[in-house]
């Protein structure tokens, strides 16, 4: 039976607050709507109970662990689900991954995708390792009422989001836009030179893919050859420090192609300088690895999305970089 159902999860942040920003009474009208805006050969599929949760953060941000392995194992396992779509990104997911069976991706026969960032990171890379998954770093729907205002625009870039997912589960860049932008990924090479060529990109936020390297999980990732994506929000120069230089002892700075630095903030001021910097400590002088910087992805809008571990193509003239991420045949 072909693949028909969206699963939406909200494995990191419970839904209450976005529902509310979003202008919805409850959970009840946020999925209804979802669901009203999704093509009607799609299916919306959902646990509730996950997406009303509550976190009390001074008593382990969340008590519904096996509840949420249990929803995302069921939704990886099913060879319906076409897509899982995180609404929103977070915390306290991380420490799920060591329960999650991966592997069970290895017997699909038709494409399953993982849309999400931040939080999501490592769940997008992992799906985006076999050859049948598709991770998509992008942004989770709820960040729209966050960027958008008033609700009502924000409501209409949701409903936007939902009608253009087939487009862009098939890779193909959706048409009569108006919220959503698709790339692609503009940039500029400040260290090194960059190469025009067929390239695979890898990572994301920063500080969650760092606390995914220990161990088998961090270890089935295999950057080599690929480029390295880091983005990341709220975190200081001496903490980013301390995240580039996991990667550096675990080795990823020595196999990767490349490195693209999206978006670092810390509240009002722009890290992303500083982190130019500091990849000067940690990048292997001999290697010349080439550093190009973008605005279009990371805690910002609009956000580009980026397929993982796929072939992308980047063309270099002079020091300004074009990544198409997605939705470009190569």
């Not at 202008?23 to 009840?28: E, T």
């Not at 960032?117 to 050859?131: D, G, I, K, P």
């Not at 991770?135 to 989001?161: D, H, K, S, T």
């Not at 161990?215 to 580039?244: C, H, N, Q, S």
Request: a positive charge.
């Amino acid at each position: 039976m072909a693949p028909n159902r969206i699963h939406l999860i909200s494995h990191a942040n419970p839904l209450g607050p976005d529902v509310a920003r979003f202008g919805f009474a409850g959970l009840r009208e946020y999925v209804a709507f979802i669901r009203r805006h999704l093509p009607a050969d799609l299916r919306l599929t959902c646990n509730r109970t996950l997406l009303g949760a509550v976190e009390d953060e001074w008593h382990g941000g969340r008590s519904d662990d096996d509840l949420r392995v249990r929803d995302l194992q069921g939704a990886l396992r099913d060879p319906r689900t076409l897509a899982i779509v995180a609404s929103n990104g977070g915390g306290y997911f991380s420490r799920l991954l060591p329960h999650i069976d991966f592997s069970v991706l290895s017997k699909r026969r038709t494409p399953l995708w993982a849309l999400g960032f931040s939080e999501m990171t490592t769940l997008v890379n992992h799906v985006a390792r076999y050859r049948c998954g598709r991770g998509l770093y992008w942004l989770c729907p709820n960040w729209l009422a966050w960027r958008i205002r008033p609700v009502q625009a924000a409501q209409a870039a949701l409903a936007e989001f939902c009608r253009t997912l087939p487009d862009v589960l098939q890779d193909r860049t959706p048409r009569d836009l108006r919220f959503l932008d698709f790339g692609p990924i503009r940039g500029e090479c400040v260290c090194g030179r960059a190469r025009s060529g067929t390239v695979r990109l890898i990572g994301g936020c920063l500080a969650v893919l760092a606390s995914a390297l220990p161990g088998p999980l961090g270890r089935r990732l295999r950057p080599d050859g690929k480029w390295l994506m880091l983005e990341d929000v709220k975190e200081t120069p001496y903490r980013i420090d301390r995240f580039l230089a996991a990667l550096k002892l675990a080795g990823w700075f020595e196999r990767v192609a490349g490195v693209l630095v999206g978006d670092f903030r810390m509240m009002h001021a722009d890290t992303q300088p500083a982190v130019v910097e500091l990849l000067r400590y940690h990048l292997p002088a001999s290697r010349g690895v080439p550093v190009v910087t973008t605005r279009s992805f990371g805690h910002v809008w609009p956000m580009t999305p980026v397929l993982l571990n796929r072939p992308v193509r980047l063309e270099a003239r002079g020091r300004a970089v074009t990544i198409w991420g997605s939705g470009v045949d190569l």
